[in-house]
């Protein structure tokens, strides 16, 4: 069956990166693109981008352009998603997500703490 | 940028029909998908394509779309149906986005 195992906590200081990684199996990795999806603390959740892992193309939302960015490692089946210059605002849990033609599987989420 | 608009909260008794709605534009070009989130847990797909059913997702769960709004449709609510429904969907770009999220609660 599909699953999607994602990298354990994090606690970063506000200007330090993080990247996040999420290793899928039980379908083919390259033929499906990876979604990265937040949710703050008490919030809604809020699409961040995805990367095609066939050819490592990338969509980001307007709002992440500057300061996200998301890789695949096709011989591990892994993508991961690094955030730079991180803020108290970045802490959230993050999710991989990932949508087939008749199924679609989420990860564990990640929480990403971001603190001084 | 586009947007995805769901009511904050719909409730229901035990056993009568819920129905969440998501309103947006490209709707009627874009499939839409639907993600239950209980408390503490990641989300899960129940409606895929507008309304599409995936394996393992109960019957009462089902979707449906007329113009610009999609519509989640529980029948026969039980007390595990309690959570947070969002729709996600695109615009022509293939950029994604999700509703603000739909509290369901089971009175």
């Known amino acids: 069956q599909v699953q999607l195992v994602q990298s354990g906590a994090e606690v970063k200081k506000p200007g330090a990166s993080v990247k996040v990684s999420c290793k899928a199996s039980g379908y083919t990795f390259t033929g499906y693109y990876m979604h990265w999806v937040r949710q703050a603390p008490g919030q809604g959740l809020e699409w961040m981008g995805w990367?095609?892992?066939?050819?490592?193309?990338?969509n980001y939302a307007q709002k992440f352009q500057d300061w996200v960015t998301m890789t695949r490692d096709t011989s591990i089946s892994t993508a991961y998603m690094e955030l730079s210059r991180l803020r108290s605002d970045d802490t959230a849990v993050y999710y991989c997500l990932v949508i087939g033609t008749t199924w679609g599987y989420w990860g564990q989420g990640t929480l990403v703490t971001v603190s001084s | 940028s586009y947007e995805l608009t769901q009511p904050p909260s719909v409730s229901v008794s035990p056993g009568q029909t819920a129905r969440i709605t998501c309103s947006g534009d490209?709707?009627?070009?874009?499939?839409a998908y639907w993600f239950q989130q209980r408390p503490g847990q990641a989300p899960v797909l129940v409606i895929y394509k507008d309304s599409e059913r995936p394996s393992g997702i109960p019957e009462r769960f089902s979707g449906s779309t007329s113009g610009t709004t999609v519509t989640l449709t529980i029948s026969g609510v039980r007390a595990e149906d309690e959570a947070d429904y969002y729709c996600q969907s695109e615009d022509t770009s293939g950029t994604s986005v999700f509703g603000g999220g739909t509290k369901l609660t089971v009175l």
């Open positions: 490209t709707l009627p070009k874009q499939f």
């Open positions: 990367i095609n892992p066939n050819s490592g193309g990338t």
